[in-house]
């Protein structure tokens, strides 16, 4: 399991990112500050670090410069909400491996961590998700019931990739939420159940089980 090392103040954000990473399989450690961090990033236990900028104590190039004269390595993803080009060059020539603005969709952050980590140890991602006869192609973004190919929605696919990227495992409402939706979710919609209601339409009504009480699964 890769471990991620998040460095983010911002309380909203950094459990947000948590959650969602977590949800994907990844072991998280939050801090918020960047003397923790360079600390934490020294300690050799991190695949991946992402990176705020705007740091209580020191900020984010501080932590990143620090890091690289230390010989510390591990990739860096920097998520700040500075978007001028000097900053972003400033991050990038600072010895980061990519550089994204806030606000962001957690989907793209996801699809970026998995990008540094797989040129880190070469190792190829699957493009092809399967459980039983359910498939999701993720270079084509069709999915496919037997021999019969589904067209589905932007959202359709974030969602039916989320549940076949863990088959059998409940997921709950909010994590559906902050997976698909993004750390501005509103708590109280009733969105995931929409989506659902779509996806069992056009794929099977017994493809996504109801776990009353807790949430929604794939392949249970």
């Not at 010895?95 to 140890?121: C, I, N, Q, S």
């Amino acid at each position: 399991m890769n471990r991620i090392l998040v460095v983010e103040d911002e309380e909203r954000i950094a459990s947000f990112v948590r959650k969602g990473l977590s949800a994907n399989g990844f072991a998280t450690t939050v801090v918020g500050d960047g003397t923790s961090a360079v600390e934490l990033a020294r300690g050799g236990s991190f695949d991946l670090m992402i990176l705020d900028i705007g740091l209580p104590d020191q900020d984010g190039f501080s932590v990143l410069r620090s890091m690289r004269e230390a010989r510390v390595s591990i990739p860096v993803i920097i998520l700040t909400a500075r978007d001028s080009v000097r900053d972003t060059v400033a991050g990038l020539e600072g010895g980061a491996d990519d550089y994204m603005t806030k606000p962001f969709r957690f989907e793209e952050l996801l699809a970026r961590v998995r990008l540094r980590l797989r040129r880190a140890d070469n190792t190829p991602e699957a493009t092809l998700l399967r459980v039983t006869d359910l498939s999701l192609d993720l270079r084509t973004r069709r999915a496919q019931v037997g021999e019969t190919t589904v067209e589905l929605t932007a959202r359709e696919f974030t969602l039916l990739e989320l549940f076949l990227r863990h088959p059998g495992q409940v997921l709950s409402r909010e994590q559906i939420l902050s997976h698909v939706w993004g750390y501005d979710f509103d708590p109280g919609s009733n969105i995931v159940d929409v989506y659902v209601r779509a996806l069992r339409r056009k794929l099977g009504a017994d493809r996504i089980s109801t776990v009353r009480g807790m949430g929604y699964a794939v392949g249970r």
